[in-house]
Nanobody, 125 residues
C-alpha cells in the first residue's frame, strides 16, 4: 500500500504563512515529478504547483508569486511554502504523483496516480 503522508495544514489569518509537507516512498519520489492540488468547498480540485525531478517548477496564476514548491531528495519530501495567504486559499490541499515504471524487457511502461490524504488550510480573520 503506497502512502503519501501530508502535514502542515491549519488555521491562519490573512497575510500569514504555512508550509505543507508530503513524504513519498523513495522508490516513487526519486523518479517522479510532484504536484500540489487543492479543492475548495463546492469547487473542483485544481492543480496549483508542479515540480519536476530536476527542480523545474510551474504554478497556477492564482498562487504565482506567493507559493513555492520545492523538493528535498534526501528526505523524499515535497513542500509547499504558502505566503501572504488569502481567504480564497482556504481549501483541502493534496500532494499528487503519477508514477511510471517499466514492466518488461521491451521497455513497456505502466502508470499509476497516488494522492496524499489531504490537509485542510483555513485562512480567516
Amino acid at each position: 500500500q503506497v502512502q503519501l503522508v501530508e502535514s502542515g495544514g491549519g488555521l491562519v489569518r490573512p497575510g500569514e504563512s504555512l508550509r505543507l509537507s508530503c513524504v513519498v516512498p523513495r522508490r516513487i519520489f526519486s523518479s517522479s515529478s510532484m504536484d500540489w492540488y487543492r479543492q475548495a468547498p463546492g469547487q473542483e480540485r485544481e492543480l496549483i504547483a508542479h515540480i519536476g525531478t530536476g527542480g523545474n517548477t510551474n504554478y497556477a496564476d492564482s498562487v504565482k508569486g506567493r507559493f513555492t514548491i520545492s523538493r528535498d531528495n534526501a528526505k523524499n519530501t515535497v513542500y509547499l511554502q504558502m505566503n501572504t495567504l488569502k481567504p480564497e486559499d482556504t481549501a483541502v490541499y493534496y500532494c499528487h504523483v503519477e508514477f511510471t515504471w517499466v514492466v518488461n524487457v521491451e521497455g513497456a511502461t505502466a502508470k499509476r496516480e497516488y494522492w496524499g490524504q489531504g490537509t485542510l488550510v483555513t485562512v480567516s480573520s
